[in-house]
């Protein structure tokens, strides 16, 4: 059978990073004459198109997760007892396997899953902007913005500039663009190390160059991934502090505060406004990471503290720019000590004039953008990593950290490398033998009277401090460092291959925002209530136990990841995406009959 072309990019890639193969075999991808016999093969026995129907729930995945185990059906006899109806075995399906899609998020492991990923987060932000799913339809009234919050600079790169836009699709813009870097006066154009400082190119945006530092010497590499370490802290400040520049806007105004009844029965007073947010992480192709959000301004339901209501009269999204504005200029930190920087980093926001851009949100589309430009705009870099780098990665250890950093390598390298270095143990705690105790034990047993570590200043009742206590250095280099690590630069090992940057890529705020558990429990009920292939009155799930009930009950162990050769991801793959191909020509043609532009397209990668 002949695959067409918009198979390539999700058929099985020749890929060795671990756990980012196609399928199973470990050699990655397999010349085309045996895939295509393969694919023959399959395609030619009696049971193919029961194959397909079989493995359609993760057809389109690229790397599934096989299940193997028994499914019992059950009718329920009484209050804790069943009846067991029939037994079956995975031996007797197909493959003598279940499959079940991987889930993932990253386009660049899964399309298939990505793009699942993809359509629910842009259904969760714009039922955000607009209301629906749960949401009330008046949020659309609250003032809302688009906010990019960029990093600074840690040394010259090559970028592309444009003054003016003329063109209609800025994916596809091909404007005239102004010079990388020209020489400024008193400018010699030679850093320190001799590497030229100036560039009058004009950069294209497929031009492999931006990003690149003018001198690798030069660049501020340490300080570049402790800023990825520490940007959602930023983040965190930022929108505290946007929060009470609006609450202190609302009492020089004169509104009061709100009295809330919490859950204990005491009435607390409250500001009568606060902030929600949508935030996606995206990478630049500097390496650094910087923040798109959606910020809306909600007012306090004196009845109800988790309803989004509408805000008190008078604000607007002006005042919501004025307080991001406020709030970029005027929160920064330092990080903790380190050997290797003493006094610290200094982590703050790029240039207010340069790096921070906020757009206003509309629904009519006369402002900045629409509601679902901003909801696509998120949702496409909520599946992407350090794709932009040109870096792909699985997580690094102390046996693979070798073939990615380099100190005196690329711009990546020399990231990976800073983020292993600097993620290194800092102290030599005294082994456990040579502790001594302040006051002896004054019983053997595994708890002890309280005491207090000279060292740390820990208080505990275990014989040895639980912070100082030492842990093997291999699974310390991957250790999650909570709040309590007095070194928060451990962390730096366990997201070397992410170059720094440890935090979510798509947060919302709890109140008056739809879950992704919501959408795909509303997918399930949707899937039963219109399967053909159900036979009518069948419950399959235990929502009804209180009465007779034949329920279906599978339990599984994992059996391993990925399809059985290339063939069968070649075949499964390809029906997917034709499948993909008749849904999107389907909204298209509907799309040009009623005169609109695609939701879903309009966030497409």
């Keep these: 059978?002949?695959?067409?072309?918009?198979?390539?990019?999700?058929?099985?890639?020749?890929?060795?990073?671990?756990?980012?193969?196609?399928?199973?075999?470990?050699?990655?991808?397999?010349?085309?004459?045996?895939?295509?016999?393969?694919?023959?093969?399959?395609?030619?026995?009696?049971g193919y198109f029961q194959w397909l129907d079989h493995v359609r729930a993760a057809s389109?995945?690229?790397?599934?997760?096989?299940?193997?185990?028994?499914?019992?059906?059950?009718?329920?006899?009484?209050?804790?007892?069943?009846?067991?109806?029939?037994?079956?075995?995975?031996?007797?399906?197909?493959?003598?396997?279940?499959?079940?899609?991987?889930?993932?998020?990253?386009?660049?492991?899964?399309?298939?899953?990505?793009?699942?990923?993809?359509?629910?987060?842009?259904?969760?932000?714009?039922?955000?902007?607009?209301?629906?799913?749960?949401?009330?339809?008046?949020?659309?009234?609250?003032?809302?913005?688009?906010?990019?919050?960029?990093?600074?600079?840690?040394?010259?790169?090559?970028?592309?500039?444009?003054?003016?836009h003329t063109c209609t699709n800025r994916k596809r813009c091909d404007c005239r663009a102004e010079p990388c870097r020209a020489r400024t006066h008193g400018d010699t154009g030679l850093c320190p190390h001799g590497n030229p400082t100036v560039c009058f190119t004009r950069h294209d945006r497929a031009d492999k160059t931006l990003g690149k530092p003018f001198c690798l010497d030069c660049y501020d590499h340490p300080h570049q991934v402790v800023w990825n370490l520490f940007s959602t802290q930023l983040w965190h400040r930022t929108k505290e502090a946007i929060e009470r520049y609006l609450q202190q806007l609302a009492k020089?105004?004169?509104?009061?505060?709100?009295?809330?009844?919490?859950?204990?029965?005491?009435?607390?007073?409250?500001p009568p406004v606060r902030v929600a947010h949508g935030k996606a992480a995206e990478f630049q192709t500097r390496g650094v990471v910087h923040f798109h959000a959606l910020l809306r301004i909600d007012g306090v339901d004196p009845t109800d503290s988790a309803a989004a209501v509408p805000p008190p009269a008078g604000f607007s999204s002006l005042d919501l720019e004025d307080a991001i504005y406020h709030a970029v200029t005027h929160i920064d930190l330092t990080t903790p000590?380190?050997?290797?920087?003493?006094?610290?980093?200094?982590?703050?926001?790029?240039?207010?004039?340069?790096?921070?851009?906020?757009?206003?949100?509309?629904?009519?589309?006369?402002?900045?953008?629409?509601?679902?430009?901003?909801?696509?705009?998120?949702?496409?870099?909520?599946?992407?990593?350090?794709?932009?780098?040109?870096?792909?990665?699985?997580?690094?250890?102390?046996?693979?950290?070798?073939?990615?950093?380099?100190?005196?390598?690329?711009h990546n390298a020399r990231l990976i490398d800073a983020c292993w270095q600097l993620g290194r143990l800092t102290d030599t705690p005294v082994p456990v033998p040579l502790r001594q105790r302040p006051t002896p034990p004054r019983r053997a047993t595994a708890l002890e009277a309280p005491w207090t570590c000279p060292n740390c200043g820990r208080h505990t009742r275990l014989r040895v401090c639980p912070t100082c206590e030492p842990t093997p250095q291999p699974k310390l280099d991957t250790k999650p460092a909570n709040d309590g690590d007095p070194n928060p630069y451990l962390r730096l090992r366990r997201w070397a291959h992410m170059l720094g940057f440890g935090g979510h890529f798509l947060t919302k705020a709890r109140r008056g925002c739809p879950t992704f558990t919501l959408l795909r429990t509303n997918r399930v009920t949707h899937r039963r209530q219109h399967d053909d292939d159900q036979a009518p009155g069948l419950i399959r799930t235990a929502d009804h136990t209180d009465e007779e009930t034949i329920l279906i009950v599978g339990i599984f162990d994992f059996a391993g990841v990925g399809w059985h050769n290339t063939g069968d991801a070649l075949l499964a793959n390809t029906s997917a995406a034709m499948a993909r191909a008749r849904h999107d020509a389907a909204r298209e043609e509907l799309t040009h009959e009623i005169g609109s532009t695609p939701a879903i397209s309009s966030h497409a990668a």
């Excluded at 671990?18 to 093969?41: D, F, K």
């Excluded at 004039?353 to 909801?375: E, Q, R, S, Y």
């Design 337 to 410: 000590t380190h050997p290797d920087q003493p006094e610290g980093w200094y982590i703050q926001w790029g240039d207010p004039d340069k790096g921070i851009d906020v757009k206003h949100i509309t629904l009519g589309g006369t402002l900045d953008v629409t509601d679902g430009m901003a909801a696509g705009y998120l949702a496409k870099y909520s599946t992407k990593s350090t794709e932009a780098t040109g870096h792909r990665s699985t997580r690094l250890t102390a046996e693979t950290i070798n073939e990615r950093a380099d100190p005196d390598g690329d």
């Design 252 to 270: 020089r105004r004169g509104i009061p505060r709100v009295q809330v009844l919490t859950s204990t029965g005491k009435v607390r007073s409250v």
């Design 1 to 46: 059978m002949t695959a067409p072309l918009s198979t390539l990019r999700i058929t099985p890639r020749g890929t060795t990073a671990r756990g980012a193969v196609s399928n199973a075999e470990p050699t990655g991808l397999q010349p085309p004459g045996i895939a295509a016999s393969q694919a023959l093969q399959r395609a030619s026995q009696p």
């Design 60 to 164: 389109g995945c690229t790397r599934p997760i096989r299940l193997v185990g028994d499914i019992y059906t059950a009718r329920r006899t009484g209050p804790g007892t069943a009846e067991i109806l029939d037994i079956r075995h995975t031996d007797q399906l197909p493959d003598t396997t279940i499959y079940k899609a991987c889930g993932n998020r990253r386009a660049s492991v899964c399309p298939a899953c990505a793009r699942t990923y993809q359509n629910d987060a842009y259904q969760i932000l714009r039922a955000f902007l607009i209301g629906g799913k749960g949401v009330p339809d008046t949020v659309a009234q609250h003032p809302a913005v688009f906010a990019t919050f960029t990093a600074p600079g840690f040394g010259l790169v090559h970028t592309r500039k444009v003054k003016q």
